[in-house]
């Protein structure tokens, strides 16, 4: 068995390790341009660039969390063969774990919602408190 994977080593010229670290350096490397990209971007526009923030934090993390849960959970059931009521119960988990990441993108837009409603209350009081100052009219 080791002498077919030395031949083919030899043969192919690969070594897995390396090439596992070549693409992570890569991977690592992509991830600070975008981050760098988004810096500036924050600095251009900085209201945009908190929503981009919130709504990666309140929705794209979740339903992340719960695809590496849901993919490891089953892999490992399904490759120990445990039993079917674990492979269930990383199920149901997962499935818990999508409720609570769509629950917790309801909380996010709702949030944005009620957040743009005072935004608009207070834009519309300070345009009225700004027209009865300017033209003197007290109340």
């Known amino acids: 068995m080791s002498t077919d ?5 030899i043969l192919f010229n690969e070594n897995w390790a390396d090439n596992f670290k070549q693409n ?3 991977f690592l490397a ?5 981050y760098a990209n988004y810096c500036a971007f924050t600095v251009k526009r900085p209201g945009l660039g908190l929503f981009f923030a919130i709504f990666i934090v309140f929705s794209a993390v979740p339903i992340l969390c719960y695809i590496v849960f849901l993919t490891v959970s089953t892999i490992v059931i399904i490759d120990g063969a445990l039993c079917l009521g674990l492979l269930i ?3 149901i988990f997962g499935l818990a774990g999508l409720v609570f990441s769509i629950a917790l993108i309801c909380a ?3 949030t944005c919602v009620v957040c743009f409603w005072v935004a608009l209350t207070l834009a519309i009081t ?3 408190d700004g027209y009865l100052k300017t033209n003197n009219i007290g109340l």
């Not at 994977?5 to 080593?9: C, D, S, T, V």
Request: hydrophobic share 50%; glycine share 0%; net charge positive.
């Open 126 to 128: 300070r345009f009225i």
């Open 30 to 34: 992509y991830v600070e341009k975008l």
């Open 5 to 9: 994977f030395e031949l083919y080593r």
């Open 24 to 26: 992570a350096e890569r």
């Open 89 to 91: 119960l990383s199920f």
């Open 108 to 110: 996010f837009f709702s």
